[in-house]
């Protein structure tokens, strides 16, 4: 009888530990204890019943989100990895004269090539420069370019302004590269 009821509470720690616990109040507000993962909600509509959903706990994230865009002095970096192309990025260019710069960590192919679609077909915007991995650079180009890498690395694509055209250079528009 003593060995049960040692045993009893640790059973139940064990058990609580590896499933949601809900409580819910006579007023409908709910109180989730969370278990080893992150508990996300998919908004206020997803506890019915005083149940929650599998579908409505999220799983940890088997992968970090491997593109980032940093804004600093007029200048919009995104970083990407090489194995992500091909692939289409969306963006907007605010102030006149600012640069819009896709690096790309771990390229290994031969070729790359990219087109600019701005949203207004008179914004003037061209692929400036190409750095690549081997620190030479190639540019400028138009709205779209072709090149080739002779190793695998950091690749920098610099986007902003001709000056040998007139025409407003902000608005949004989108990339694809291959």
Known sequence: MKKILFVLPLLLIACSKKEANIQTTENTDTTVTAPDYPVVLDGADSVKDGFISESDIAQPAAEPNKSFRVVEDGKIVRTINGDMLPLTLSDELSAEGDEYVIKIKNYSNKNIS???????????????????????????????????????????????RSNMASGVSTGKFKVDLK
């Open 114 to 160: 990219g087109t600019i679609y701005p949203e207004e077909k008179e914004m003037n915007i061209r692929f400036n420069q190409i750095k690549k991995a081997d620190g030479s650079y190639d540019g400028p180009f138009g709205r779209t370019f072709s090149a080739e890498t002779s190793e695998a690395g950091e690749i920098l694509l610099i986007i902003g």
